[in-house]
């Protein structure tokens, strides 16, 4: 089972720009749908954010498309996450996640998951 590394997050302001970054820290013959999810202060469940499934196929919540952007050069590699026009809604703590095979950015898909990363927007 891969193990997944998180990198950035911090603070910004309204309207600024952080990017993510989850990294595998295994190498695997099995291909991994990736995903990022976020958990807002106070709130007990996690919601998913953007990923990409092991077809390539992308996936955004209607909260961020048009602001964030998924990459990932290919399977298995670094899951980028560059979030743009940040808002304080956006603040939380950020997930990276993994699974063999995902169709939607549901939670209980996933179960293999980073440490957290923590992003604060302050308006």
């Known amino acids: 089972q891969v193990r997944l590394v998180e990198f950035g997050g911090g603070s910004e302001q309204s309207g600024g720009s952080l990017r993510l970054s989850c990294a595998p820290a295994?190498?695997?013959?099995?291909?991994?749908?990736m995903a990022w999810f976020r958990q807002a202060p106070g709130k007990e469940e996690r919601e998913g954010v953007a990923g990409i499934s092991t077809d390539g196929r992308v996936m955004y919540a209607d909260s961020v498309k048009g602001r964030f952007t998924v990459s990932q050069v290919k399977a298995n590699t670094t899951l980028y996450l560059q979030m743009n026009t940040l808002k304080p809604e956006d603040t939380g703590t950020y997930f990276c996640?993994?699974?063999?095979?995902?169709?939607?950015?549901?939670?209980?898909?996933?179960?293999?998951w980073g440490q957290g990363t923590q992003v604060t927007v302050s308006s």
């Open positions: 295994d190498e695997s013959y099995n291909t991994y749908c």
């Open positions: 996640a993994a699974e063999l095979t995902c169709y939607e950015l549901r939670t209980l898909d996933f179960g293999i």
